[in-house]
């Protein structure tokens, strides 16, 4: 299937809500009721919903405006189902290609405000093989015996609380789902993931804690991930980075389009007005 620059955007934003739906789903019992972990289909879009881990990475709505064009009382239903579920901090995606164009500054006028990192980068590619990517670290499918300790590298290395270690463990061996560790000889020093439904992909939770980063582990983890799914029939293969702050470096974005991945959406982040 090809896709033209708004099918491309729009289907980048669907296969992302898709894979958070299904990371929140597979959240163990006991988080979902510590945090308040919920996710919805409403008024076109996906809201992820976890109060108790207040970071806009988990509070956070995709998707509104692109089914059909959104309406003021769209807006009022998802700030109804934050407030209901007691997110105090929560972003607004929008996508460029969404409607109705006038929506960003609508939101404005309500209160929203441009996050400090603005805009996430959506990137999609296809079935071209990715780079060769050498490191001296190793990067592979993680065993089992590697999952607690690859998910608490991937904790450590994005800043999350620990418990989040076993909200990731469980998508080992979850339908649609693959781990990968990174390794030095004998230690985990990071990993990453894949989820595949039909022939979409998505990579996330890609990163390798401070002391093993710029040694090539990022990108030959990136590549990895991407032979997988197009081995596994994958055609378009999604994820996303924030989009730099003035002059600052973002390896992220570079090794995304050193694998092959193009910006299909420059996609604005709206965080809502305090209650």
């Known amino acids: 299937m090809n896709l033209d620059g708004q099918s491309a955007a729009v289907h980048a934003d669907s296969v992302e809500a898709a894979a958070y739906s299904d990371l929140f789903d597979a959240a163990p019992a006991s988080l979902k009721a510590r945090l308040g972990i919920d996710v919805q289909q409403h008024v076109g879009a996906t809201p992820l919903i976890a109060p108790g881990l207040p970071t806009p990475m988990f509070n956070r709505a995709i998707g509104l405006g692109l089914a059909a064009a959104a309406s003021d009382a769209d807006v009022d239903a998802l700030v109804q189902v934050y407030a209901k579920a007691g997110s105090a901090t929560w972003w607004l995606h929008w996508n460029p290609f969404a409607e109705p164009t006038t929506m960003p500054e609508l939101l404005q006028h309500r209160?929203?405000?441009?996050?400090?990192?603005?805009?996430?980068?959506?990137?999609?590619?296809?079935?071209?093989?990715?780079?060769?990517?050498?490191?001296?670290?190793?990067?592979?499918?993680?065993?089992?015996?590697?999952?607690?300790?690859?998910?608490?590298?991937?904790?450590?290395?994005?800043?999350?609380?620990?418990?989040?270690a076993d909200w990731l463990a469980a998508l080992h061996g979850r339908p649609r789902w693959r781990v990968y560790a990174v390794t030095d000889e004998q230690r985990v020093v990071g990993?990453?993931?894949?989820?595949?439904?039909?022939?979409?992909?998505?990579?996330?939770?890609?990163?390798?804690?401070?002391?093993?980063?710029?040694?090539?582990?990022?990108?030959?983890?990136?590549?990895?991930?991407?032979?997988?799914?197009?081995?596994?029939?994958?055609?378009?293969?999604?994820?996303?980075?924030?989009?730099?702050?003035?002059?600052?470096?973002?390896p992220s974005l570079a090794n995304m389009k050193r694998c092959g991945f193009a910006t299909v959406a420059s996609r604005f982040n709206f965080e809502a007005p305090k209650r």
């Open 111 to 164: 209160g929203f405000t441009l996050a400090s990192r603005r805009r996430w980068a959506k990137m999609l590619r296809g079935t071209q093989p990715p780079p060769t990517i050498h490191t001296d670290l190793n990067v592979v499918p993680a065993r089992d015996d590697d999952v607690a300790p690859v998910t608490s590298a991937i904790a450590q290395a994005f800043g999350m609380p620990p418990f989040m």
């Open 191 to 250: 990993g990453g993931c894949l989820f595949v439904d039909g022939d979409n992909a998505w990579l996330g939770m890609g990163s390798v804690v401070e002391s093993h980063r710029r040694r090539g582990a990022q990108g030959a983890l990136m590549a990895l991930r991407i032979a997988d799914a197009i081995a596994a029939g994958c055609e378009h293969i999604v994820t996303e980075t924030g989009e730099a702050i003035a002059d600052e470096p973002n």
